[in-house]
């Protein structure tokens, strides 16, 4: 058995922090993680939301996970997840930076409101926790995976921020990667294409707008459809699993094909 130990993908007594677990992306992966037989701790904003991926993580894995309720973008809330899951385990295996926010911009209609605003969750919040965390994984020789985007690798005029913070989520990747393969953690990202979520309601498209948004995007993506959820939760969890003991410092597209599309 190449890695000398048999693998089995399972994440039994992992104790696993997931960000954005409230919606989209991040309530699959704490489902997927409940049912490989971690123990989830979950953060969101919105407490109610959270509570209802709780209670659903609850029914599959039949323990109550630790959830936060926490704005990833303010520096005392990032510290505050960090000790309330160290008080609460002593312990940390595997770290998935998922939340994260949309919006479309460009030179033309440029604010620094709104890169603050995206820089804020998807880079400086991952940056902040990931280091936090870093003494715990680096005890566990545990897993981080990144939520990053098809947009961090392939340039959309109309994404620029959103674009520029995806693509410095995979340098953070790759570099944090390298610093921590010799205490042997990995370091992953999963770069999605378009996926079913709220992300694009979220981002000020009306329900019409998203509607004809994912419509339009269905042949943008080689498969000829868009993702759903579970289908990035999946990667996710492998990952994070032993499975992918002899994986890091990637960034794997989950696009349909997407990336490899030049229209
Ligand atoms: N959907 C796609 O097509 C797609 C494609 C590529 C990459 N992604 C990436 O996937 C990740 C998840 O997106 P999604 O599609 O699942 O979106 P979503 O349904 O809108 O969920 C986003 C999650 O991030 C949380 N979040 C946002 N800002 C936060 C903040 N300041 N502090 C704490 N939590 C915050 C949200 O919490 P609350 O809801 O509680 O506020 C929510 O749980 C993001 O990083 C996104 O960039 C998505």
Do not use: W
Not at 181 to 206: E, H, L, W, Y
């Amino acid at each position: 058995m190449a890695g000398g130990r048999e693998r089995s993908g399972r994440l039994d007594g992992e104790i696993a922090l997931i960000t954005g677990a409230s919606s989209g992306i991040g309530r699959g992966t704490a489902l997927k993680f409940a049912s490989l037989g971690a123990t989830v701790v979950l953060t969101g904003r919105n407490a109610s939301e959270l509570q209802a991926t709780g209670r659903r993580c609850e029914k599959i894995s039949g323990e109550k996970p630790l959830l936060i309720t926490a704005d990833l973008s303010k520096e005392e809330d990032v510290k505050r997840v960090v000790d309330e899951l160290t008080n609460a385990f002593h312990k940390l295996d595997i770290l998935v930076n998922n939340a994260g926010i949309y919006k479309a911009d460009s030179l033309q209609t440029f604010s620094l409101q709104r890169f603050d605003e995206i820089f804020s969750i998807n880079v400086r919040a991952v940056s902040q926790l990931t280091a936090l965390c870093t003494p715990a994984l680096i005890a566990s020789k545990g897993s981080i995976v990144n939520v990053s985007s098809l947009n961090g690798t392939n340039a959309f005029a109309d994404d620029l921020t959103y674009c520029m913070s995806k693509a410095a989520l995979d340098m953070f990747t790759r570099c944090t990667a390298l610093e921590l393969a010799p205490k042997q953690v990995r370091v992953n990202s999963v770069n999605p294409g378009v996926i079913k979520t709220d992300i694009f309601q979220r981002s000020g498209m009306d329900r019409d707008q998203c509607k004809q948004f994912l419509e339009g995007s269905k042949k943008k993506h080689a498969l000829g459809r868009v993702g759903d959820v579970e289908e990035v939760a999946d990667v996710i969890a492998f990952l994070a699993s032993d499975s992918a003991s002899f994986i890091t410092g990637s960034c794997i597209p989950i696009d349909g094909g997407r990336h490899t599309m030049s229209v």
